[in-house]
């Protein structure tokens, strides 16, 4: 996993989303799952790298998701929100992941699913019969083919719309689409909003296995921000009422963030082409300098494997390059520092004793992507504090890091925090700015023309969660969603 700024080294991340009345703002607040930097850090490296690991096996499987059979390659988000959904309204904490193509809770008499969780929350399984806007959908109705581009062809009348994923570290989740009401908070000023509520399909959970099932940090299921017509960002869009556009900031000096749905017009961001057909966000990279002269490395290595180009993902904590290129990089690192001696730390993590200011001892890290758009990763980025004077550097060798040794290039939140990222999906276009994300963004209401300031938010202090770090999370609609994919 990772690391982030002023010498605290960010673990998984645990969103949970709360409405606080007296400033309209929806906030995150987030939850380390494994705890805090400082003393004690070495003992979970391995965990931090685990999960890592986890997340790249099922990431990266080659399985197609499809009605009845195996699925689209889903992530495991870092992060969770607590979303209201049903008629009477019940919370439910879901973890929020761009790389997953559909959100689906557990739901009541399921097999496998899990009852307790180690993250001090109260686990809720979903009970269409509880609800009273609550209704299954049907293999025969234009969703269910929809969703998948695909017709069911075991489908009689009337049936469930079912699914199946099953993911590369053999974890696997199945069940049926239901559609219901979720509430959401549309932005109508600055740092204000309103509820409302939209007619949203999920995945209804009815059996899981493996990691889904077992893992002690369990949540009650996964939103997805994919690219898929599945994702929850594309219904939204279907209708028309929000733009496929969505963007998140993350905080990396002071804690907090920004995640917001709408289309971002300050600050200006520049942005490079998605690949197309990739079930993640991939970008082509066209070479990585270290204090300002390139790496001399083949820029071909970037598109090796079955993986096209690089992959941005913000549920990832490190950043994982080729062999060739890691090995490159980490020997620049230390051309300023000839007399410093890297030590392992649990076997894998190359650490330094130093005393002085980091980013005066060590090189400024930039990638260059198509569309000559430049992303910069500063020393207190990549290096992490673990001991006293002790530094852990970020950056993995990707062959070493999943079962088959692919050579994949992946940029994870070691790369992304304290900028801007924005996912244009109309666009089919990825952009970042560096920017304060304590700060705020404005975004731009696009029936009435209107720009509204979305303000970042820290409720670290609050007493119910001993959070260290939160998002501000707003949904920027054009209309009333009370009738939304009905």
Not at 208 to 216: A, D, I, K, N, P
Not at 252 to 271: D, E, R
């Amino acid at each position: 996993m990772d690391l982030r700024r002023k010498g605290c080294l960010i673990l998984l991340l645990v969103l949970v989303l709360e409405v606080k009345g007296d400033n309209n703002n929806v906030v995150f607040n987030v939850k380390h799952k494994y705890g805090g930097r400082g003393s004690g850090v070495h003992s979970v490296l391995n965990e931090l790298k685990a999960h890592d690991s986890r997340r790249h096996g099922r990431m990266l499987a080659a399985v197609d998701f499809q009605l009845g059979g195996n699925g689209q390659p889903t992530d495991a988000a870092l992060y969770y929100t607590k979303l209201t959904i049903g008629t009477p309204s019940k919370d439910y904490h879901i973890q929020v992941d761009t790389g997953s193509d559909i959100l689906w809770v557990n739901c009541a008499g399921c097999a496998g699913c899990p009852s307790k969780s180690s993250l001090g929350i109260d686990l809720t399984l979903y009970d269409l019969k509880g609800s009273a806007t609550g209704k299954t959908v049907s293999c025969d109705q234009d969703f269910c083919t929809d969703m998948f581009n695909a017709s069911y062809s075991d489908c009689r009348v009337g049936s469930p719309c079912e699914y199946q994923v099953t993911y590369g570290d053999g974890s696997s989740t199945s069940g049926y689409f239901v559609k219901d009401y979720i509430h959401f908070d549309q932005v109508s000023g600055d740092l204000q909003t309103t509820p409302m509520n939209g007619s949203i399909a999920f995945g209804c959970s009815s059996r899981q296995s493996g990691e889904l099932g077992s893992s002690t940090q369990a949540v009650d299921g996964i939103i997805g921000f994919g690219q898929a017509n599945s994702s929850l960002i594309s219904q939204l869009a279907v209708s028309g009422k929000v733009k496929k556009v969505f963007s998140h900031c993350l905080d990396g000096n002071n804690g907090g963030g920004i995640f917001a749905i709408g289309q971002v017009v300050q600050p200006k961001v520049k942005s490079t082409p998605l690949v197309p057909n990739e079930p993640h966000y991939n970008v082509v990279m066209k070479g990585i300098e270290v204090n300002g002269k390139a790496l001399d490395i083949p820029t071909t290595i970037f598109d090796a494997g079955s993986n096209r180009g690089t992959i941005i993902d913000s549920g990832t904590t490190l950043a994982y390059l080729p062999n060739k290129v890691y090995s490159a990089l980490m020997s620049k690192l230390m051309v300023k520092q000839p007399d410093l001696t890297t030590h392992l730390v649990e076997g894998s993590f190359h650490c330094v004793y130093y005393s002085k200011k980091i980013d005066d001892g060590f090189p400024v890290v930039t990638f260059q992507f198509a569309n000559s758009l430049s992303l910069n990763v500063y020393p207190h980025d990549y290096l992490f504090q673990v001991g006293e004077n002790e530094w852990c550097i970020g950056w993995q060798d990707s062959g070493m890091q999943t079962k088959d040794g692919k050579e994949i290039t992946l940029l994870g939140d070691l790369v992304l925090s304290n900028k801007l990222v924005l996912y244009d999906l109309e666009d089919q276009s990825i952009g970042w700015t560096e920017y304060n994300c304590s700060s705020s963004i404005k975004v731009r209401d696009g029936t009435s023309g209107k720009v509204y300031t979305v303000g970042a938010h820290n409720i670290s202090s609050a007493s119910t969660l001993n959070s260290r770090m939160v998002f501000t999370f707003f949904i920027l609609v054009i209309s009333i969603l009370c009738n939304l994919l009905k």
